[in-house]
């Protein structure tokens, strides 16, 4: 599985150094100068890590941050600011506002390096999720029942992996659809279609393991 780090950068040369440095390492990166580019991709496609300048033309790095962490379907997406401000309070902000963690400007690559790496070690570590009799590898793509393996499609999965990350609670199909299409216009018979289809391959037709609750949408509860 590759990990996807979006650079939000309005440094061309420092943009250009973080781009070189961390796809020699193995990273897909891609960088934008401003919030606007990076919205636009971002609701195309959600990267594993961003890393955020707080300084940026237009919208400033805080409101990204703030629209990310308001919505719980991208809580596990790893962000690093990286800002010239030295202030504490701006620190403190930046961190409360969800951050996990921060990196001031100038900075030697190689701890932007170690930084990144460390989010990266521990998004892999977490990419096996087990509930009950089933296993999901997000690593892999790999489903599992009863030590079975099942073939899922991509959107599939992506359901099943919210599901079963989030065991116990209840995802409403408006945050079904933000999570697995990037927004939440498209019909409810689309991802009622979808967990018909899931069901019917993990043999549950009664709905005991993914329930239905009523008006809201859908839960997983071992």
């Not at 969800?98 to 990266?120: H, T």
């Not at 018909?196 to 609750?213: A, C, E, P």
Request: glycine share 4%; net charge negative; proline share 1%.
């Amino acid at each position: 599985m590759n990990y996807l780090i979006y650079s939000v950068e309005d440094d061309k040369n420092i943009s250009h150094l973080i781009n070189v440095a961390l796809t020699k390492q193995g990273y897909v990166v891609e960088s934008f100068y401003d919030g606007e580019s990076f919205f636009k991709r971002f609701n195309e496609q959600k990267p594993n890590l961003i890393l955020l300048d707080m300084m940026l033309p237009n919208i400033q790095g805080s409101e990204i941050l703030k629209t990310i962490r308001d919505h719980e379907d991208n809580d596990d997406i790893q962000i690093i600011i990286v800002s010239a401000n030295r202030m504490v309070m701006d620190k403190v902000d930046g961190l409360d506002l969800g951050a996990d963690d921060y990196i001031e400007k100038p900075f030697e690559i190689l701890e932007l390096m170690s930084r990144v790496n460390s989010k990266a070690r521990r998004f892999f570590k977490s990419t096996r999720i087990v509930r009950g009799n089933l296993i999901l590898d997000s690593k892999k793509h790999e489903f599992y029942k009863d030590n079975t393996l099942i073939e899922l499609t991509n959107k599939e999965f992506e359901i099943m992996e919210l599901l079963m990350k989030k065991n116990g609670e209840v995802i409403s199909r408006e945050e079904l659809f933000r999570h697995i299409w990037g927004n939440d216009d498209i019909e409810s018979r689309t991802i009622d279609m979808h967990i018909k289809s899931l069901r019917k391959k993990i043999n549950d037709t009664d709905g005991v393991i993914i329930k239905s609750v009523y008006g809201i949408g859908y839960k997983i509860e071992l």
